[in-house]
């Protein structure tokens, strides 16, 4: 798993302003590490706006998953059958069914660009953004699958484990409501992780649990259901960047502080879904496949575009000139980047995929903003007259190497140092900026009206009116009566922007938690993986010469060697065990002295040792790698094993083709770089007894 930058959004997402009436109060833990989540998902029976928009995709996902069933037995029926009569009532039911996945879909499209709900309350005029529904999932139960493995492959009893089962299927439980601030995402974030732990602990490489996880496409509600922990996996790292996208969606950006949040929120969503468009192979829902993430994360990017020009326009409290170039250029390039996002919308197998509301507001967008960087561009040459004691300093070399700068292609005729210093120039350009700028705004307007949905927006619907009816103002104010010359065509403004935005990688490693599941025993040894034998009982009786072993190691203790024809030898311990037990009490996570003493405290009647030995296709190569990732800092290396060197855990979680991530590697190897623990000093935990 990756462990990125230190994120910032732990601070900037938890102040009121993200507070809703949407999300119950929760309490954030003090102590990352404690076992057991005290981090909540909304209450489901909270009748909220957002609580009733979800409820109500989750009803149209499980109509959807019943049409398609029916379909597919008609289907099979017409298929089979030779009766005439009967392939007619069957195709008529297929009508019938067709006709009603279509409304069906329909409806979940509709919910789907319900915006507004996550639009933030401010009063402030601002661009709506689009947000990403959470995918819906149904319940599962881990318990017998569980159960049988904690018996058939650890040899206990099962029973002793119901509170770390219980405590398990809770968590899954919470993430699925879980609220739209920092707790939503940590609640997510901890059932990830606990995820990692959890494919170490019962999933292992040729064998599945019998565990199926049915996930909802998040846009059209087909079902998908696999028994792999990457389809888990992935489908909660798609929740989270689809909660990152709520967060930014209702941000106030009527001032700089919104704004930022917004910028965090939309990288980190971005972040997410590049994240597993680069880790992703043979996604089994559409919403996760590659082109489609390619288009959120650009989507994603559009609108962190569109924040920092939000931000550049409050900040730039002056009207010079060069900072209304500067302006025109952002907006130049908020048009370029939702133009990218338009031409993947339209890619074949997106086109009929997005919904139509989308597609148009992108489309709405990239029209609006080109507008506005033609009317930024006619502010700068018009409302910037020189007289003569300012034309020396307005038209330095800095002023004018920017407007030479300004287009992607400079007129030939006249150039554009002379419109520089020619009012009467500045104006004529200035008038066809204008012109260019009307005609934009009719037509985000035009595409506006198209959209049954977007028409209902009302603030949307307000800003495109307001900026439309400002560059016609500012028309008429240039146009003149004895203007008889042709407006010239105002040339393509060169797109600039001053900050471009990043990627920002999700930071799973700032939630910390502790595996559900560790009394199973450390990782290293106790995992899924691995195989041993059953738990042999050594009854060790103390001699003058001592036990006749040594050992090795912390959690658990190693038997490195046992002395020839001493009294371990005798009683059958072998090099290679490890020590689960001393008399009956569980040492598996006992550090070296811990179990030295207990050894030393024997009476004489001896000790019993219970002990199990690791098996793999070759011992002596496994051996070797269990007495090279020996680490005496158990606690950091579990962590270690979470948060993961550059994504080795978390790569093969994600990755749906498992063979070919885990292919050539062997048991050793496996051992080594997946899950065993790295050994720091051997000699100074290394002792004869």
Request: a negative charge; proline letters at 3%; glycine letters at 6%.
């Amino acid at each position: 798993m990756e462990e990125p930058a230190t994120s910032e959004l732990e601070m900037s997402l938890s102040d009121g302003n993200v507070t809703s009436d949407d999300d119950l109060p929760l309490t954030l833990p003090t102590d990352g590490s404690l076992s057991g989540s005290i981090r909540k998902g909304c209450d489901p029976f909270t009748q909220t706006q957002r609580s009733k928009l979800q409820h109500r995709r989750a009803r149209i996902n499980q109509q959807i998953n019943k049409e398609m069933r029916m379909r597919a037995g008609a289907e099979n029926l017409f298929r089979a059958t030779t009766n005439n009569k009967v392939k007619e009532t069957v195709a008529l039911e297929l009508s019938f069914v067709n006709s009603n996945l279509q409304l069906l879909k329909e409806e979940l499209e509709e919910l789907n660009s319900n915006m507004e709900v996550y639009q933030t309350d401010s009063e402030a005029i601002n661009v709506p953004m689009i947000p990403l529904g959470l995918k819906e999932t149904k319940e599962v139960d881990f318990t017998v699958s569980i159960e049988d493995f904690i018996c058939e492959h650890y040899g206990e009893d099962s029973s002793l484990y119901d509170k770390e089962i219980k405590e398990l299927m809770e968590l899954r439980q919470a993430m699925r409501t879980p609220s739209r601030n920092q707790a939503g995402l940590e609640l997510l974030m901890e059932y990830y992780n606990q995820l990692s732990y959890l494919d170490q602990r019962f999933f292992p490489l040729h064998r599945n649990l019998g565990v199926h996880f049915h996930w909802y496409d998040s846009l059209t509600g087909v079902p998908s259901c696999q028994r792999t922990l990457a389809f888990e996996k992935g489908s909660v790292l798609f929740n989270i960047g689809a909660l990152y996208t709520q967060i930014g969606a209702r941000q106030d950006r009527s001032a700089t502080a919104g704004i930022d949040r917004a910028i965090d929120a939309f990288q980190r969503a971005a972040g997410a879904f590049n994240y597993l468009k680069e880790n992703f192979s043979n996604a089994p829902s559409l919403d996760m496949s590659g082109p489609s993430l390619c288009m959120l994360v650009r989507l994603m990017v559009s609108q962190v575009q569109e924040c920092v020009f939000e931000r550049v326009t409050l900040t730039t409290q002056d009207t010079h000139f060069t900072s209304q170039l500067c302006l025109a250029q952002e907006a130049a390039r908020v048009s370029d980047v939702y133009l990218l996002v338009q031409q993947t919308m339209t890619q074949p197998l997106m086109k009929d995929y997005v919904p139509f509301s989308w597609a148009s507001m992108v489309q709405v967008k990239s029209e609006h903003f080109r507008a506005l960087s033609h009317y930024y561009a006619a502010v700068a040459l018009c409302d910037h007259t020189l007289s003569a004691e300012e034309e020396e300093e307005e038209c330095d070399e800095g002023a004018e190497k920017g407007f030479l700068q300004f287009y992607v292609s400079s007129p030939a005729e006249p150039p554009l140092s002379q419109v520089l210093r020619d009012p009467e120039q500045r104006r004529k350009l200035g008038k066809a900026h204008l012109r260019r700028a009307v005609i934009r705004h009719e037509e985000a307007m035009r595409v506006h009206s198209l959209c049954k949905i977007l028409r209902k927006m009302d603030i949307l619907q307000d800003v495109l009116s307001l900026t439309h009816k400002r560059s016609l103002d500012k028309y008429s104010e240039l146009d003149r009566e004895d203007d008889f010359d042709e407006t010239a065509e105002a040339p393509e403004i060169q797109s600039q922007t001053h900050q471009k935005p990043d990627i920002t990688p999700t930071n799973f490693s700032k939630v910390k938690v502790t595996d559900i599941f560790q009394r199973l025993g450390p990782l290293s040894v106790f995992c899924a993986r691995a195989r041993w034998g059953p738990v042999r009982v050594i009854c060790l009786q103390k001699r003058e010469g001592g036990l006749g072993l040594t050992l090795r190691g912390d959690s658990p203790v190693l038997v490195a060697g046992v002395v020839p024809r001493g009294c371990a030898e005798e009683a059958g311990l072998r090099e290679g065990d490890y020590i689960v037990a001393v008399d009956g009490e569980d040492c598996k996570w006992a550090k070296h002295g811990e179990v030295v003493q207990m050894l030393k405290s024997c009476s004489e009647r001896g000790v019993e040792l219970s002990v199990v030995t690791l098996h793999s296709h070759d011992t002596q190569l496994e051996r070797r790698a269990m007495l090279l990732s020996h680490s005496s800092d158990k606690e950091n290396t579990r962590q270690r094993l979470l948060s993961g060197a550059k994504g080795q855990s978390s790569a093969s979680l994600l990755n749906w083709n498992r063979k070919k991530t885990r292919e050539g590697g062997g048991v050793t190897k496996r051992l080594g770089s997946t899950f065993s623990l790295s050994f720091g000093s051997i000699r100074d935990t290394e002792a004869m007894y």
